[in-house]
């Protein structure tokens, strides 16, 4: 087999990584995300094997004239101009398994500190004040779940809810009925949704159709009793909606892992209320996802080359990306 140019721009497991320098006819070159453009090394590559932070660009492509695969070990997959990879003939493949079990953790950790307000209960211990009114928290056993997108993350999320007693409504015009019936989750429309939810959270991927899909009409309407999650895409919320509905007290709490823009603002007035719940963009920020997603990467990257077989391809062959 001729050799092959391997060019990886990000970290991954030294598991991983032991398995590509295992194969002979592959040859290692390595930068930081930011170095891509002026590494000697893109011409000659073959594949890049990347994470988020690297940007796919046309000058990236323009440089790597010998490129055939890009390999991104993340679900999300903002970061690449799929039509001009599609123009040039190079295969992209990700990892959408890897992240699931860590971003509904996330959502559901969300979720059970809001019940129990357990960052302002922290807050409260620590500024030296004990058990007080603001804390009464509330249990989520029989309370409604509403779940935006029941594709790999939403239903996993269904099965979190399922071990609480919740029942579970779901907006998705894109999945099938089996879907919904292995999810015990019952279809409604996004406005039945909102109405009647006590926890809404949102999985679904960044599309034009997603952008915004709360925004200040769907805040009138929205449970005025309702838990707020966001760990999909920031620009699925407008901002400046959500703050207005926090001002007039329109949800009973918010907790957030995703943003319009990224990194959160020092000065997002976000900021400005205690009780909602910010996190940085951590919903595949653990041990397990970063090695299982590096695993699968490698895997892809092995396998493509043997016999050209491709797994899990961007763009994505979903019906809502399609439908674009
Ligand atoms: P997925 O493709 O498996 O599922 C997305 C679901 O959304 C699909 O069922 C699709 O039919 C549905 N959908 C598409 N357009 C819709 C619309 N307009 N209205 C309602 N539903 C719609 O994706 P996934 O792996 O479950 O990931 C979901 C989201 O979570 C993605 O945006 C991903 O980037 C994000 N994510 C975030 C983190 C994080 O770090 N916070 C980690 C992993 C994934």
């Known amino acids: 087999m001729s050799a092959k140019h391997i060019l990886i721009t990000d970290r991954f497991s030294t598991e991983s990584l032991s398995l590509v320098q295992r194969q002979s006819h592959f040859q290692i070159y390595k930068c930081n995300p930011d170095q891509l453009l002026s590494s000697g090394d893109l011409a000659k590559a073959h594949a890049l094997l990347i994470r988020s932070r690297t940007q796919i660009t046309q000058e990236v492509l323009e440089k790597a004239k010998n490129l055939q695969l890009i390999i991104t070990a993340t679900s999300g997959f903002d970061h690449i101009d799929l039509e001009l990879t599609q123009k040039w003939g190079v295969t992209v493949m990700h990892t959408p398994d890897a992240n699931k079990e860590s971003a509904a953790q996330l959502?559901?950790?969300?979720?059970?500190?809001?019940?129990?307000?357990?960052?302002?209960?922290?807050?409260?211990?620590?500024?030296?004040?004990?058990?007080?009114?603001?804390?009464?928290?509330?249990?989520?056993?029989?309370?409604?779940?509403?779940?935006?997108g029941l594709?790999?993350?939403?239903?996993?999320?269904?099965?979190?809810?399922?071990?609480?007693?919740?029942?579970?409504?779901?907006?998705?015009?894109?999945?099938?009925?089996?879907?919904?019936?292995?999810?015990?989750?019952?279809?409604?429309?996004?406005?039945?949704?909102?109405?009647?939810?006590?926890?809404?959270?949102?999985?679904?991927?960044?599309?034009?159709?997603?952008?915004?899909?709360?925004?200040?009409?769907?805040?009138e309407i929205i449970h005025r009793e309702a838990f707020l999650i966001n760990t999909s895409r920031g620009h699925v919320i407008d901002e400046e909606s959500l703050i207005h509905a926090l001002e007039k007290k329109w949800i009973k709490g918010l907790a957030l892992d995703v943003y319009e823009k990224e990194p959160l603002a020092r000065n997002s007035r976000l900021l400005n209320f205690p009780e909602v719940i910010l996190t940085p963009h951590i919903g595949a920020f653990t041990e397990d996802a970063f090695y299982k997603a590096s695993h699968e990467a490698v895997l892809k990257l092995i396998q493509f080359f043997i016999d050209g077989s491709t797994k899990d391809t961007l763009p994505p062959r979903a019906p809502w990306y399609g439908a674009l």
């Open 107 to 148: 959502t559901l950790t969300l979720l059970l500190c809001l019940a129990q307000k357990v960052n302002l209960a922290s807050k409260a211990i620590r500024a030296g004040h004990w058990r007080q009114e603001d804390l009464l928290g509330m249990e989520l056993s029989g309370r409604t779940w509403g779940i935006v």
């Open 151 to 219: 594709g790999r993350i939403g239903a996993r999320v269904s099965d979190l809810a399922k071990a609480f007693n919740m029942p579970v409504i779901a907006y998705d015009p894109y999945q099938t009925e089996e879907q919904f019936e292995k999810c015990s989750a019952k279809r409604v429309s996004f406005e039945e949704l909102l109405k009647l939810s006590d926890v809404i959270s949102f999985h679904v991927p960044k599309t034009p159709e997603t952008f915004r899909m709360l925004h200040r009409p769907q805040f």
